[in-house]
């Protein structure tokens, strides 16, 4: 499942592919944007590594990654609440956006 940010509200995108693994269930993708709500999508983040042991967050252009990055801090505490010290690996992914090509930023948010 896909998690894009629209003001603060998850809402669930289509799977195209950026989710997939060969020979792995789809990894949930969070998908932010320049007007996330950091709160919101700090918890969908520590909700996800909570459930499935990782998460991956992604973000097109400069408010968007800065959103990200304030997020995943956040979410970073709320981990360690629970004992899970959690590390960002940033990497970049080309997407296609209606015909386009862009280039996002993508984060690994795993234990450590």
């Known amino acids: 499942m896909n998690h894009e940010f ?3 509200i ?6 195209n592919g950026l989710g997939q693994r060969s020979g792995h269930a789809p990894i949930d993708v969070i998908k932010v944007s320049a007007q996330s709500r950091t709160s919101s999508v700090a918890g969908a983040v520590a909700g996800i590594v909570r459930e499935h042991g990782r998460a991956t967050v992604q973000a097109i252009g400069a408010g968007a990654v800065n959103q990200a990055v304030k997020a ?3 979410a970073r505490g709320y981990l ?3 004992g899970i010290n959690v590390v ?4 970049f992914s080309d997407v ?3 015909g386009a090509e862009r280039t ?8 450590r």
Request: glycine fraction near 4%; charge should be negative.
């Open 6 to 8: 629209t003001e603060g």
């Open 10 to 15: 998850p809402q669930p995108a289509a799977l």
């Open 72 to 74: 995943m801090a956040i």
């Open 80 to 82: 360690l609440l629970d």
């Open 88 to 91: 960002i690996i940033p990497s």
């Open 96 to 98: 296609d956006i209606d």
């Open 104 to 111: 996002a930023v993508r984060f690994a948010v795993e234990p």
